[in-house]
């Protein structure tokens, strides 16, 4: 990052104070970050600012920080030879806005990096079963997790003696990052964490050593009878791009199941560029930045002829609110699952003189039916739980897939 002067913010697509935690449990840690920090005025590389979205809102914003205040807080404890990021972070706690947060430079640079998608980790996916317990559901190819013999299907029981019982699995992500909070950086490479497995009855325990781990963000299965599943883990530089090749790419007339489950949230630009493959244009979603309204819009071109059903459940977050709320309310797709976890607040940056960067809420965004997401998500067409694949499937061939 350079300089050190405090430049003025620009919305930023990812806001982190929790959410970090959040995209992490989608192994990966999806936020907004360029090589510098913009300045007011400047545009995103698709025309127009990015809103932030990432973090989860079920509590309302209580006051909104000052980006002005926080800065100014900074400085002075600068001057005075003491930490300036502690002495935004005051004012921010202050504030009662719980996804508004301060970051050192090291938290940053973890937060940038995942744009890349890259992220500091074990490589594994987890969901909770219906009886409670922590299921390893992906083990990612020639990471540490699977080099240690972690499979899917293991049982996770504790992550360094802590018992997962009970905990989100978000937070059991964030143990395994080394970041049991969600509000920090994750342990360094190369850290041992201890897993607490059980596999067929039998308990056993394995030493994983972390890594800096790349994911690829978009995978594709093919179903039967010609339709594809294409799961979002997150929406990391790329991610559109490799949507749209999925959805050309499959036969003609075929059915998309658009997975985004777990999905922590990530660029804006990419949730947009991935609604573009379903829609010919049009609005995707609206967003304000104190008071002035914005609007985000797909491409021309899409292919509004493919049967589209959504996945979704209560870790699919902020960007991919968005756009299933965009889906959704252009009548472009049925959403199946649960109520989404409603993250719809939006984030600037603010660099401070240390190099610390605060993240300060100043808006929210709506579905293009004006429908709020903060705080509230978004409401399947179809209820379903465990077996929501499988009814996902049947929608898909009620809608012409068939499969």
């Given at each position: 990052m350079s300089g050190s002067a405090v430049p003025r913010p620009r919305p930023r697509v990812l806001g982190r104070g929790a959410a970090l935690t959040l995209a992490f449990a989608a192994v990966l840690a999806t936020a907004a970050a360029t090589d510098s920090l913009p300045r007011a005025g400047d545009t995103h590389r698709h025309g127009s600012p990015q809103p932030a979205a990432g973090a989860p809102a079920s509590?309302?914003?209580?006051?909104?920080?000052?980006?002005r205040v926080v800065a100014d807080a900074a400085a002075r404890a600068v001057a005075r030879g003491q930490s300036g990021t502690d002495a935004a972070q005051q004012v921010v706690s202050r504030s009662?806005?719980?996804?508004?947060?301060?970051?050192?430079?090291?938290?940053?640079?973890?937060?940038?990096?995942?744009?890349?998608?890259?992220y500091t980790g074990v490589g594994v996916g987890a969901r909770r079963t219906a009886d409670g317990l922590v299921q390893i559901t992906r083990v990612q190819p020639g990471a540490p997790a699977g080099r240690a013999g972690v499979r899917p299907g293991d049982i996770l029981r504790s992550v360094d003696g802590v018992s997962v019982a009970g905990l989100p699995v978000t937070q059991v992500m964030g143990l395994l990052r080394g970041d049991p909070s969600g509000a920090g950086?994750?342990?360094?490479?190369?850290?041992?964490?201890?897993l607490g497995l059980e596999r067929g009855g039998h308990r056993t325990s394995r030493v994983v050593r972390r890594a800096r781990l790349a994911v690829a963000?978009?995978?594709?299965?093919?179903?039967?009878?010609?339709a594809r599943r294409i799961a979002v883990d997150a929406f990391t530089k790329g991610t559109g791009a490799r949507v749209l090749r999925a959805v050309r790419d499959a036969p003609p007339g075929a059915g998309i199941m658009l997975d985004l489950r777990g999905n922590g949230g990530g660029?804006?630009?990419?949730?947009?560029?991935?609604?573009?493959?379903?829609?010919?244009?049009?609005l995707v979603g609206t967003y304000d930045i104190k008071g002035r309204q914005h609007a985000l819009y797909a491409a021309r071109g899409g292919n509004t002829r493919r049967p589209v059903v959504v996945l979704v459940d209560g870790g699919t977050m902020s960007a991919a609110e968005l756009l299933?709320?965009?889906?959704?309310?252009?009548?472009?797709?049925?959403?199946?699952g649960s109520r989404t976890f409603g993250k719809?607040?939006?984030?600037?940056?603010?660099?401070?003189?240390?190099?610390?960067?605060?993240?300060?809420?100043v808006g929210h965004y709506r579905t293009p039916a004006g429908h709020a997401v903060d705080g509230r998500g978004i409401t399947p067409d179809l209820a379903a739980g465990d077996d929501a694949q499988a009814r996902a499937k049947t929608v898909l061939t009620g809608l012409g897939d068939g499969a």
């Open positions: 509590a309302r914003v209580a006051t909104t920080p000052d980006a009662g806005d719980r996804w508004s947060a301060v970051y050192d430079r090291y938290e940053y640079e973890e937060f940038e990096q995942s744009l890349d998608g890259t950086p994750a342990a360094r490479p190369g850290t041992a964490v201890v963000s978009v995978s594709v299965t093919a179903l039967a009878g010609g660029l804006v630009a990419e949730a947009v560029t991935t609604a573009s493959a379903f829609l010919d244009g049009g299933t709320g965009a889906l959704q309310d252009r009548g472009r797709a049925v959403v199946v719809g607040s939006v984030q600037m940056p603010t660099k401070l003189p240390d190099g610390s960067v605060a993240e300060l809420t």
